[in-house]
């Protein structure tokens, strides 16, 4: 089963501050991507990367920075939070190729700005 | 730019009972159609998918595809409560690896 690893668990952060968070993958996949949910809203894309040192945006990129170091490392930055943030965030990684299109989700990041 | 939208946005059946979940989508040149199934606090997972117009089943699951009406559905048989959960179908956009999801059907299924 396929390895993807978010760090924090959970963040309180203020706003205006800055909000890093962190994605590592074991899996030897390409394609990486942060989606934001809320409710009613299902998964919605922020940014992707199909790989490294290179980024694309989603559908809901404003306000959000990424970074993609390394294949396995990803990170979504939020320079100025804002209240409107809040929200549970999702990275995943999905391998290449036409029969290679499952998304492997990690646990999940809750984002509460205050 | 893809649209999709889910139908019904909740659902409650009795355990045992068939339980049909719909997903439209808007660009007829869609490549991957798939369910994924997140419980509570959870991180949504990958339940079926399928490239071409037909029906795959995988034990009490069947996903249909019809791209023609820009619809592809999820058939549960035999629900059970562990089947409780929100239900989210996602489409790949064709050329590039972004993946579009819908807003999510919530199922409880009570004994």
């Known amino acids: 089963e396929a390895a993807v690893t978010q760090s924090p668990r959970s963040k309180v952060a203020v706003t205006g501050g800055k909000v890093t968070l962190s994605c590592h993958q074991t899996n030897n996949h390409d394609y990486m991507y942060w989606y934001r949910q809320d409710t009613g809203h299902g998964l919605r894309l922020i940014h992707y990367?199909?790989?490294?040192?290179?980024?694309e945006k989603g559908d809901i990129p404003d306000g959000y920075k990424a970074s993609r170091p390394s294949q396995e490392n990803f990170s979504l930055i939020l320079e100025l939070a804002s209240l409107s943030q809040t929200a549970v965030y999702f990275c995943?990684?999905?391998?290449?190729?036409?029969?290679?299109?499952?998304?492997?989700f990690g646990s999940g990041t809750r984002l509460t700005v205050l | 730019q893809q649209k999709v939208q889910q139908s019904p946005e909740s659902l409650i059946v009795p355990e045992g009972a068939m339980t049909s979940l719909n997903c439209t989508f808007s660009?007829?040149?869609?490549?991957?159609f798939a369910w994924y199934r997140q419980h509570s606090g959870k991180a949504p997972k990958a339940l079926m998918s399928?490239?071409?117009?037909g029906e795959k089943e995988e034990g009490r699951f069947t996903i249909h595809l019809n791209k023609a009406s820009l619809h592809f559905s999820l058939h549960i048989r035999d629900s059970q409560p562990s089947d409780s959960a929100l239900y989210l179908c996602a489409v790949k956009d064709t050329g590039n690896y972004k993946y579009v999801f819908g807003a999510g059907t919530r199922l409880k299924v009570i004994a």
């Open positions: 990367s199909y790989v490294a040192d290179s980024t």
């Open positions: 399928i490239f071409s117009n």
């Open positions: 995943a990684s999905s391998d290449r190729g036409p029969s290679a299109e499952t998304l492997y």
């Open positions: 660009d007829s040149a869609s490549q991957y």
